[in-house]
C-alpha cells in the first residue's frame, strides 16, 4: 500500500514494480521455501502414499511453520523515508484488500476441513482428512496461495475503488471552479517545466507579495487533488492573486489542470528530460508544457525562459497575448556574473535597459534563471526594481533543492528532491567551488530517464570525477554501476568512492569521515519503491 501511494496510485507504475520485485515481495523466500516443502510432499504423497503419511507431512509443516513464526525478526518493519500516509483513501483502498485478504483463507480452510468448496458443495477428487480431521496438503497450500495473493489484492483494490475515488475528484474540481468563478478579480499565474518549478514559484510568490496578496500551493502540490484543495481550502475572497504549480507526467496532465484553473498568467521553466520515461521524448514534453501558453486568454502573458530553444517557441504564432523573454544569454530580461559564497549567490540583472544589482541565498545558475522569471513576472504586475532586490534578498532557499545549511561546523547542500541532468551537474559544480574543507558528494543517481537513463548517469559520474572531490558516496550497488563508470574516466577518482546499500549507511559513513568545515552535497534521495 505504501509503494501503491508512492506511485501515485498508478496502476501501470505499481504493476511495474511487483513485475520487478517478484522476488522480493511477491513471492518472498519464506513463502517460496513453504511452497517447494509442499511441492516435494505432495510427489512424496503421490509416489509413496503407503510410507509417507499425511501424518508425517503434518508434522514437517508443523516443525517448518515453528521456526518460520517463532522468529519476529522478519515481521520488524524496515526503514523507510517516506512512510504510508493513512489518508481517506488508503482508508478506502483497504476495504477491499481486508475483505479479500481474509476470504481466500478462509475457502480453503473451509474446504481443507469438510473436503467441499464453500457455497457450492462441490467435493475434492483428492480430499484426505489424515491428520486431525482436516487436509493438511490444501490448508497449507491454502493459506501460503493466499499470502502470495496479497500485493494483488491492493491492484485490484485500486481497480474496484476507482469510480468512487473519480466521483470525489470530480466532486472537488467542481468545488474548485465555481469557487474561481466567484472571484473574478483574482489573477491566476500557473507555473510549468521539467525542473525547477516548484523554486520558481515560491520566487513569484516573494517578489509580489510585497504589493499584492498572494495564495500559493505549498511544497509540491502541482497534481489535480493538490491544487483543488488549496482552492478549496486557502483561498480567500481577499487575495488578488493565485499561483499554481502544474505538473505532468503523462500526456493530458496540463489540460486537466488548466481546466480547473485557467491561467492569466504562463510561465515555463524549461523543457528537460524529466520524466522521459513515461512521454518518450522531448518533443512530447515540450508539447505537454507548451499546453500551458495555449490556455491563456487573449490578452494573457506567457513568461519564457529565452535560452530553451523549445519554450521560446512557445505561443510565437499567438498575436493576442504578450510574451516576456528572459535568459542567462537571451531575452529582454536578463541575468549575467553569477558568482558565489556561503552566503548565497550574487548577480546582475538587466530590466528595460537598466543594470541592478541582486543577491540572494539561492546557489545555482539555473536558480538565477527561475529568478529572473519571477522577476518577469514581478515586472508585468508593476513591482519596482528596487522592491525586487530587497524581495530576492529575504528569499529562503525551498527545502530540498541546493538549499545551503549550516550543520553546526560544517555545511550541507541539500539538492535531494526530484535530481535531473542539468540541477545534476550544476550541483557538482557549486560544490568543487567551496574551498572551506573537505567536498563529499551522497547521491543515487537520476531515475526516470528512460532509455537515455544510463548514459546521463555516466555523465552524471565523469562530472562527479572532473570535479576532483574527496569523496564520492555513491548509494545502490546497482545503480551505482553507471555512475562509477563515469568517474572511472578520470584518473585517480576510483579511489574516492565509496558504494553503500541505503541513505541511513551512508549517513553513518558520513560520520566516520567528517571533520569541521567540510562540504556535504546530497544529490537526490529515491523513494523506498527504489533499490
Not at 174 to 188: G, I, N, T, Y
Not at 322 to 350: D, H, P
Amino acid at each position: 500500500m505504501q509503494t501503491f501511494q508512492q506511485v501515485g496510485y498508478k496502476q501501470n507504475e505499481y504493476w511495474q514494480w511487483l513485475r520487478e520485485h517478484w522476488d522480493e515481495f511477491v513471492i518472498p523466500v519464506h513463502l517460496g521455501v513453504f511452497n517447494l516443502v509442499l511441492l516435494i510432499s505432495v510427489a512424496l504423497e503421490w509416489f509413496y502414499g503407503p510410507l509417507i503419511t499425511t501424518t508425517s507431512l503434518s508434522l514437517i509443516f508443523i516443525v517448518l511453520a515453528f521456526f518460520w513464526m517463532t522468529s519476529v525478526k522478519k515481521y520488524n518493519p524496515e526503514k523507510v523515508k517516506k512512510p504510508l500516509v493513512v489518508t481517506s483513501r488508503v482508508k478506502r483502498l483497504l476495504v477491499p484488500v481486508i475483505v479479500l485478504g481474509i476470504l481466500f483463507p478462509f475457502f480453503f480452510t473451509y474446504g481443507a476441513y469438510t473436503g467441499r468448496w464453500v457455497f457450492l458443495g462441490i467435493p475434492f477428487s483428492n480430499y484426505n482428512p489424515d491428520f486431525l480431521w482436516y487436509d493438511i496438503i490444501l490448508l497449507v497450500f491454502g493459506w501460503v496461495f493466499s499470502a502470495i495473493l496479497i500485493p494483488f489484492w491492493v491492484l485490484i483494490s485500486g481497480r474496484i475503488t476507482k469510480p468512487i475515488e473519480k466521483n470525489i475528484q470530480e466532486g472537488f474540481k467542481d468545488q474548485a471552479r465555481k469557487k474561481l468563478a466567484s472571484m473574478p478579480h483574482l489573477k491566476v499565474i500557473a507555473i510549468t517545466g521539467s525542473y525547477g518549478k516548484t523554486s520558481t514559484k515560491f520566487m513569484v510568490k516573494d517578489l509580489l507579495k510585497e504589493r499584492f496578496s498572494v495564495c500559493f500551493t505549498p511544497g509540491s502540490y502541482n497534481t489535480p487533488m493538490g491544487i483543488c484543495k488549496v482552492i478549496n481550502n486557502d483561498l480567500e475572497s481577499h487575495h488578488q492573486i493565485l499561483i499554481l504549480e502544474m505538473g505532468a507526467r503523462y500526456a493530458g496532465n496540463i489540460q486537466e489542470l488548466c481546466n480547473i484553473a485557467q491561467p492569466d498568467v504562463s510561465i515555463v521553466t524549461n523543457v528537460g528530460l524529466a520524466h522521459l520515461e513515461t512521454f518518450g521524448s522531448q518533443e512530447v514534453i515540450a508539447k505537454e508544457k507548451g499546453t500551458i501558453v495555449d490556455n491563456l486568454p487573449n490578452g494573457g502573458v506567457a513568461i519564457l525562459n529565452a535560452d530553451d530553444g523549445r519554450v521560446a517557441r512557445m505561443g510565437a504564432d499567438r498575436s493576442d497575448i504578450f510574451r516576456i523573454m528572459v535568459g542567462l544569454n537571451a531575452g529582454e530580461i536578463r541575468g549575467s556574473e553569477i558568482s558565489y559564497n556561503t552566503e548565497g549567490s550574487l548577480f546582475k540583472i538587466e530590466i528595460d535597459g537598466e543594470i541592478f544589482d541582486f543577491q540572494t541565498k539561492l546557489l545555482g545558475a539555473h536558480n538565477v534563471q527561475n529568478l529572473l522569471l519571477a522577476v518577469g513576472a514581478a515586472h508585468h504586475f508593476g513591482i519596482r526594481p528596487k522592491t525586487m532586490q530587497l524581495g530576492a534578498k529575504n528569499i529562503e532557499p525551498v527545502e530540498h533543492r541546493l538549499e545551503l545549511k549550516n550543520a553546526g561546523d560544517f555545511f550541507i547542500i541539500d539538492d535531494a528532491f526530484n535530481s535531473n541532468p542539468v540541477g545534476a551537474k550544476n550541483a557538482v559544480e557549486i560544490l568543487s567551488q567551496f574551498d572551506s574543507g573537505k567536498r563529499i558528494i551522497i547521491t543515487p543517481g537520476m531515475v526516470e530517464l528512460g532509455e537515455i537513463e544510463e548514459e546521463e548517469n555516466r555523465k552524471f559520474g565523469t562530472a562527479i570525477g572532473n570535479a576532483d572531490l574527496d569523496h564520492i558516496i555513491l548509494v545502490g550497488e546497482e545503480r551505482s554501476k553507471a555512475i562509477l563508470r563515469g568517474i572511472s574516466m578520470i584518473d585517480g577518482q576510483d579511489e574516492k568512492v565509496k558504494v553503500v546499500d541505503s541513505l541511513f549507511e551512508a549517513n553513518d559513513f558520513l560520520k566516520t569521515i567528517i571533520a569541521p568545515g567540510d562540504v556535504v552535497l546530497y544529490e537526490n534521495d529515491l523513494p523506498d519503491v527504489y533499490n
